[in-house]
């Protein structure tokens, strides 16, 4: 079964290998690069899970996040966030912010995969 997968990364590199892993295991990508952007097309789309950056211009993805599960329409989507962020501290704070996990950039394809099959 295909699965919808909303990655979000305002960076044109990581946004491009995370859809190319995603894309290779099988699953349908839609993009965006801001927590706004990433917001509305939760709403709109309502992914199966949801890949986010943290540090973002606009609004950065822990922010979109509490949107995102906030909302009744799409607070069961599963976030994953992958970030340059991955201290102790910093995977504690996005369970707080509702994060289902946090990958650490730079991250493997096996670990992206692992995540889906845990999330999906």
Known sequence: MNNKILIV???KPDLES???IVM???HEVVTAISGQEAIDKAISIHPDLIFM???ME???GFEACREIISNKITKNIP???VTGKS???DRIWAELQGGKALVGKPFTPDQII???GKHL
């Open 18 to 20: 995370l859809k190319a």
């Open 24 to 26: 290779n295991a099988g």
């Open 114 to 116: 692992t995540e889906m």
């Open 79 to 81: 976030i994953i966030f």
């Open 87 to 89: 201290q102790k501290a």
């Open 58 to 60: 606009d609004k950065d």
């Open 9 to 11: 990364d305002d960076s």
């Open 53 to 55: 950056d943290v540090i």
